[in-house]
């Protein structure tokens, strides 16, 4: 959502470099390339006014730290303006009470009831046990939709049945809840393509049935300002305490994310970035704001790993390349881990686009496709070839081509970089420190 934004704000920093002092006309010619990057993100002209100024504020006559250069004391002043427009710290979600009440309002076509999901399955990952209860009974295919992500997830639904009023399934699901031993809910209401007054009064009527603990509204990412206004019309109506924004991983300047904090004065609570029900996370303020500039998102990407990965069997995979045991099988174990963190591009995303991990940042350094044709050729492969790459002759390599849909040099081109890896792991083995990161083979594409 953030690329094109961070593209040209590091070309500024990177125009920065170099200069042994910060002058007020490098600060001005800075302010104004990143004044237009904001406006071309499609970030409100108010919120970009007043974030200039207040970087502009800080950078004139600062003292720049010893261990830093102009650019790098800018970069960190507009990263901390960043996290201001963002929200400053994160906000957590609120799940007092027996049971928690959440309830998720916002236009038509959004994706509410999808984020309604996501949301079930994110708190039931931190120990929840919660029951979405379906109150949008103006769209037909509103409460099929959500018992169908219901099953997908393990989560209970409460079925409307014969009831009429949105506001009787919600106060009934609370209820169900109670009853059941279901510690949260989360109330999917109704939606209109605008904001008209038989929307507000129904959600406002849900709402002061249930009394929630959180009222998130969801805001798709790709309508830009149009979200913002959108936010802006439920905030007068509705006691909003956060905003969920879908499909950050699409196109989107982001422009909408930047702006409606400010705006509508709530936080950003949790951001979609993807199709599967897993692809949902909290949002945090400082980690996007280091995301946006380049500076990686270290963190998330340790917690991404953290919940995918076996503890056990990555230990246990760590000992065996220790004592250089690694083999294929091995290998294709390690791809299936990372398939399970979502697409490689959003996993390279997280890291900083400088230093060792410079080439990474390329886009055609590594992708899914290659990593599904390695996965391909390792599969084709018998037991003992994946231990024993040796056994490969130029018969077996063109059986594994025909069964995998590859080619022979392909397959070469694997088992060179499989073996330059073991070499790696037996250097780092012996104490070797420094290793260039960026020189780790990676699996390229296939040019077709």
């Given at each position: 959502m953030f690329e094109a934004l961070g593209e040209r704000l590091a070309g500024v920093f990177k125009e920065m470099r170099g200069e042994g002092h910060l002058t007020e006309y490098h600060l001005d010619s800075a302010l104004r390339q990143i004044r237009l990057s904001l406006l071309e993100a499609d970030v409100a002209l108010p919120v970009v006014r007043d974030f200039t100024a207040r970087v502009k504020e800080k950078a004139v006559g600062a003292?720049?730290?010893?261990?830093?250069?102009?650019?790098?004391?800018?970069?960190?002043?507009v990263?901390?303006?960043?996290?201001?427009?963002?929200?400053?710290?994160?906000?957590?979600?609120?799940l007092e009470g027996r049971p928690a009440v959440i309830e998720m309002v916002g236009l038509q076509g959004s994706g509410k009831t999808t984020s309604a999901a996501k949301l079930a399955l994110h708190l039931k990952g931190r120990g929840r046990y919660p029951l979405l209860v379906a109150a949008d009974l103006s769209r037909p295919a509103a409460v099929s939709q959500l018992k169908t992500l219901g099953r997908q997830i393990g989560v209970p639904v409460f079925d409307p049945g014969d009831r009429l009023g949105a506001v009787d399934v919600a106060r009934e699901g609370v209820t169900e809840a109670r009853l059941t031993g279901r510690d949260t809910v989360i109330v999917d209401t109704a939606g209109r393509l605008h904001i008209d007054e038989d929307l507000m009064n129904e959600v406002r009527a849900v709402t002061e049935a249930v009394h929630p603990n959180e009222v998130l509204f969801v805001a798709d990412a790709m309508t830009g300002q149009d979200a913002v206004r959108s936010a802006s019309g439920f905030a007068a109506a509705l006691p909003l305490t956060g905003i969920v924004f879908t499909k950050a991983d699409g196109d989107a300047r982001g422009g909408a994310a930047l702006s409606v904090v400010s705006t509508v004065g709530k936080p950003i609570k949790f951001v979609g970035t993807g199709e599967k029900p897993e692809d949902f996370e909290a949002f945090h303020p400082d980690r996007m704001a280091s995301r946006i500039l380049g500076l990686g998102d270290v963190l998330t990407l340790i917690e991404k790993v953290e919940a995918q990965v076996d503890a056990s069997a990555a230990d246990k995979m760590a000992r065996r390349a220790a004592s250089g045991d690694f083999t294929l099988e091995d290998l294709a174990e390690q791809l299936r881990s990372m398939k399970k963190m979502g697409p490689v591009s959003g996993l390279v995303d997280l890291l900083p686009k400088g230093g060792a991990f410079r080439g990474l940042s390329q886009p055609d350094t590594v992708n899914d496709q290659a990593l599904v044709r390695i996965s391909a050729i390792i599969d084709s492969m018998t037991p003992d070839e994946r231990h024993y790459p040796q056994l490969l002759n130029g018969s077996r390599k063109k059986r594994i081509a025909a069964g995998s849909g590859t080619s022979v040099a392909e397959i070469n081109r694997l088992i060179k970089q499989y073996q330059q890896m073991r070499k790696l792991m037996r250097t780092a083995k012996k104490g070797v420190r420094g290793l260039d990161l960026s020189r780790l083979?990676?699996?390229a594409p296939r040019n077709q």
């Open positions: 003292k720049v730290i010893q261990q830093l250069s102009p650019a790098q004391e800018v970069t960190r002043i990263r901390d303006e960043l996290m201001v427009l963002l929200g400053g710290q994160k906000a957590e979600i609120s083979p990676l699996p």
